[in-house]
Structure formats: C-alpha cells, structure tokens
C-alpha cells in the first residue's frame, strides 16, 4: 500500500520523505489556506521534495473553469495529479484530463456509486472520505470494501485513495481491504511506528547492552 501525506507543510513533508516511506501528498483548499502560503508556490516546492502525485486541487464549480484552473495547475510539475470534486462537472474535467494524460484524484467521494462514476470517468485516484463518514455515524470502512469490491468485479484501474483518515486503525482497516493508497497526516504517519513495548524493550537492549562494556565496529 502507498502512503501519500495529507498536508502542505513541508517542513513535515521533508522530514517524513527522510524516512523513504512516502509515495506522494495531497494537499486541498483548507491544508492550502492553514499553510497560509500562495498555492502554486507551495505546491512547487512540494514537487521537488517528493517524486510520486502531488495532488492539487481546483476550486472552480464549472468544467470550463475546471480545466483552465487544471492548465494553471498542471504546468507546476510533471508530478502533479489534478483534484476535481465528485460532480457532474468535476467528472466531465476527469476524463478530458486522462484523455490528455493528466494524473486525477476525485475528491469527496461519500458513496460506492459515486466511486463507480469515478471508474468510469477514468480516474487515477478515488478519494472516498472515511472520518467524516465516521463522524457522521457510518462506517467509513464499509465504503472502502465495496468500492474494492466494485473495482475488482469490472478490472478498473483507479486507485482507492483512503482519505479523511484519522487514526492508525483506519490505516490497518486499509491495508486489510486492499486499498491501494492511504493518504494521512503527519502525525497519523508517526503514530505507526509507535509501540510502548518496543520502547520499552529497546531501552531493556540497550541497558544491557552497556553493561557488557562492548561497542560494534
Ligand atoms: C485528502 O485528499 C482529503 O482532502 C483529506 O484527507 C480530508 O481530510 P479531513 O476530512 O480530515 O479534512
């Protein structure tokens, strides 16, 4: 499974690319305004930090808009994956996009039918959102298994992009499905390394290790 980050702090970006565990980051409009820098700046510099999709995202709610904002967005890097919504709009941008070759992720992506539009709109990355779906009293999860499901019945190419994501379980519950891509913050990413007895058992090595008087090399 490929792990992409959620966010456009790259400062954090750098530091997890350091660890050679990230394939690509999605940004959209509220990590572009918390980051309070100008869109196309950030996203460059981005680029050039991490090789795999950078996703950015349109705002405009028209297909021509669409695509005249994806041109702008596009000449930013070889690496970049347009964002479109999951409307009839944004669709109609996705598949001239991938006609021309261009990388997309549809984004808000709340049902399975929904995901199946994406398929056949010829999307590179579905977006399905699981912690809103959580915070609203459905399961999230459930989403990811039919659209794999779906996916795999009709061989469609689009890549299941677990978004929203706010803890290691929903992380697991990805990888269980078979979800292709999971997109987290940076601290979702740090707590999956994180075990207390893997803390506690290196600190037990190492004590031990200092009294044999020993060093290695
Ligand atoms: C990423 O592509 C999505 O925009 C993001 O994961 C949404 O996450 P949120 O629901 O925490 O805002």
């Not at 869109?39 to 930090?49: A, K, S």
């Not at 795999?152 to 190419?157: C, G, S, T, V």
């Not at 677990?162 to 740090?190: C, F, N, Q, Y």
């Amino acid at each position: 499974m490929k792990f992409f980050v959620d966010t456009a702090d790259t400062d954090a970006i750098r530091e997890l690319a350091e660890t050679g565990l990230v394939d690509g980051v999605t940004t959209n409009p509220s990590l572009i305004n918390k980051s309070g820098r100008d869109i196309i700046e950030v996203t460059r510099e981005i680029c050039e930090i991490v090789d795999g999709p950078v996703s950015a995202e349109v705002v405009a709610t028209t297909h021509d808009e669409m695509m005249r904002e994806a041109e702008v967005l596009r000449k930013i890097a070889d690496n970049i994956a347009i964002k479109v919504p999951l409307t009839i709009d944004g669709l109609k941008t996705c598949k001239k996009l991938t006609g021309d070759g261009t990388m997309v992720n549809v984004t808000l992506c709340f049902t399975a039918n929904q995901a199946l539009l994406a398929g056949k709109a010829g999307a590179s990355f579905i977006s399905p959102f699981v912690g809103r779906h959580d915070d609203i009293g459905y399961d999230g999860m459930n989403l990811i298994s039919e659209i794999r499901m779906i996916y795999d019945n009709y061989d469609f190419p689009t890549e299941i992009l677990v978004a929203s994501i706010r803890h290691p379980i929903h992380v697991l519950e990805s990888a269980k499905i078979g979800a292709d891509v999971a997109t987290m913050p940076p601290e979702v990413i740090l707590k999956l390394f994180n075990h207390p007895l893997t803390k506690s058992g290196l600190d037990a090595f190492l004590a031990d290790w200092e009294k044999t008087g020993q060093t290695i090399g």
